[in-house]
């Protein structure tokens, strides 16, 4: 089980604030293609991904048991 963690804009092109899958392991990329064609979350290659508290890119593996972040880009001012 993976649980994936949504923020900002994202929250609510997923409709919550958190998915449960149900996988032994994928890849950042693996995982990108899975939220864009099973859950319509779309443009992820501008969103951050953590996996466990650390920053995580393409080729990383989310195994079960992590929890995997997605983060949008931010703007201050």
């Known amino acids: 089980m993976i649980t994936v963690l949504?923020?900002?804009h994202l929250q609510e092109m997923a409709g919550t604030d958190r998915l449960?899958?149900?996988e032994d392991e994928l890849t950042v990329t693996d995982l990108?293609?899975?939220?864009?064609?099973?859950?319509g979350i779309i443009n992820l290659d501008q969103?951050?991904?953590?996996?466990?508290?650390?920053?995580?890119?393409?080729?990383?593996?989310?195994?079960?048991g992590d929890t995997v972040a997605l983060i949008p880009?931010?703007?201050g001012g």
Do not use: G
């Open 6 to 8: 949504f923020f900002a």
């Open 20 to 22: 449960t899958l149900y």
């Open 32 to 39: 990108k293609e899975k939220l864009s064609n099973e859950h």
């Open 47 to 64: 969103i951050m991904f953590a996996i466990n508290e650390e920053y995580a890119v393409d080729e990383d593996v989310v195994k079960a």
């Open 73 to 75: 880009p931010v703007s």
